[in-house]
């Protein structure tokens, strides 16, 4: 059972077939299908995700890396809790949170609380702009077993033909630009696009304009910092984990779970 859970768990939405289990560990079929329910009890009552059997000849078992909302939250409460340390505030209203993203343990935690929230979407690619949402964006695509695309401000030369287009910040109102090669989505792809930061959505707005020239479908948009202001964002539909208010008159850092966290935790 620890090997099967070894093999499932990493590498998530990926369908094992049991002959795979059967010749790597020398078992009857019958005596894998028991232990495989079994471990589906398990992870169904400690909330580690789900294993998922599939029937028929093209069948198996996968593992899907989906969450309890309650247990999301908490992980976001505890993040918040990190980071209303004073000593995060950076010059321009602007947090350090560069060490929690990085960190893979909290990173995959993140990853997998996109999953859940966007499981129905069944995104091709994740796609992220760079830097700092790139480890938030590749444990979501290790999550739903998709690449990870990134885009750049700059055309790179080892990226070969490349897609530019300009869009306006939502905060600074600048004109911006993001390219993408022409080889790194396909026409019709279903992409998903995680953030670090979002404050007027004018990133967001530009990759919806970027995904039009590969003719790709945006199917949803996670980041895990909002701010509340501008009230009127570029973009409609997105779900955010964390809300960021700035700091208050005793310089105290006002940072909550979403709205989208305390929602869906109070419905489950």
């Known amino acids: 059972m620890v090997v099967m859970a070894h093999h499932l768990i990493n590498a998530p939405h990926r369908l094992f077939s049991l002959g795979t289990f059967v010749e790597l560990l020398g078992a009857a079929k019958s005596t894998i299908s028991e232990d495989l329910g079994f471990m589906r009890q398990a992870f169904d009552r400690f909330s580690l995700g789900k294993v998922e059997t599939l029937a028929g000849a093209a069948g198996g078992v996968r593992y899907l890396p989906y969450h309890q909302r309650e247990r999301i ?4 409460e505890d993040v918040c809790r990190r980071l209303r340390d004073p000593s995060r505030l950076l010059p321009g209203g602007f947090l350090y949170t560069a060490d ?3 960190t893979p343990y909290v990173a995959a935690q993140f990853g997998e609380a996109f999953a859940t929230f966007f499981e129905d979407s069944r995104p091709d690619v994740v796609l992220t702009m760079e830097v700092k949402g790139i480890p938030l964006a590749l444990m979501t695509a ?27 910040s939502g905060s600074s109102r600048m004109v911006q630009a993001m390219t993408l090669p022409l080889r790194a989505i396909r026409q019709g792809a279903r992409v998903l696009f995680i953030d670090d930061f979002l404050r007027g959505g004018g990133t967001a707005r530009g990759v919806y304009d970027l995904m039009r020239e590969f003719r790709a479908e945006v199917v949803g948009i996670g980041v895990l910092i909002e701010t509340p202001l501008p009230r009127e964002k570029m973009i409609d539909r997105y779900v955010s984990l964390i809300q960021f208010q700035g700091v208050n008159e005793q310089g105290e850092v006002l940072i909550t779970p979403s709205r989208a966290i305390l929602e869906s935790a109070a419905t489950r």
Request: hydrophobic content about 45%; glycine content about 6%; proline content about 9%.
């Open 73 to 76: 939250r908490t992980l976001v």
């Open 100 to 102: 929690l993203i990085s």
């Open 142 to 168: 290790r999550a739903f077993d998709v690449p990870l695309v990134t885009i750049r401000r700059g055309a790179h030369p080892t990226d070969g033909p490349a897609v530019s287009v300009n869009y306006v």
